[in-house]
């Protein structure tokens, strides 16, 4: 690899690092209104939006500038392809964070009732995942990567409990039925972010490994975590 090209590689590392910071933030700061009702911290995820669309074009297009003056291979190209992809799957978690931050402007506007499942911990979880996948590509650590997928389980298997709950609560208080759709949309968007965390991990898998994994369980039974 030429001096050059490491140059180039490292200035794609640093762009993505800078980009899922600002969308850890937006995860983080959409949970918090959705949590607290504040609708000030709301219209800051849904303003930020706009910078992750930015940041995902600027760093596609440095990507795409890399792939065409310097033609890379084996290692190098699977790094390229793993950022271009994991590129995109931080502007969808920005633009799933900025719709949670919407309903919890709704929610906010409305007469206040009680969540019909635990939204913090699931949120909780979500950020996790997240925070674990970029963990993984920053250590480049397959170990961590396992991780993502078994909590991905966690989160599915509660969006399908949070469904239950909330049609429950429909039947029990049908007049608080424009509330309760929020959060079934909110539910969803949670376990999207999870799904999205899930394929930077996979991704992350195959930048060090070099096999799509995609579809696939197997890949996550290998050495006992720790934790």
Known sequence: MTQLLQKELDKLKNQL???SA????AVRKASQSLETFDAVIARQVIGADQQINQMEVELEEECLKVLALHQPVAIDLRYIVAVLKINNDLERIGDLASNIAERALTLAGEARITPP???ARMADKA???LNKSLD???QMDIRLARQVLKLDDEIDQQHRENFGLIKDQIRLQPEKIDALSQYLTVSRHLERIADLATNIAEDVYYMI???IVRHTS????GAPDNN
């Open 17 to 19: 690092l800078t980009l």
């Open 127 to 129: 950020q996790t995942m």
């Open 22 to 25: 600002v969308v850890e933030e």
């Open 136 to 138: 993984c590509l920053v």
């Open 218 to 221: 197997s890949w996550c039974n």
């Open 209 to 211: 490994e070099g096999e």
């Open 117 to 119: 499942f635990d939204c």
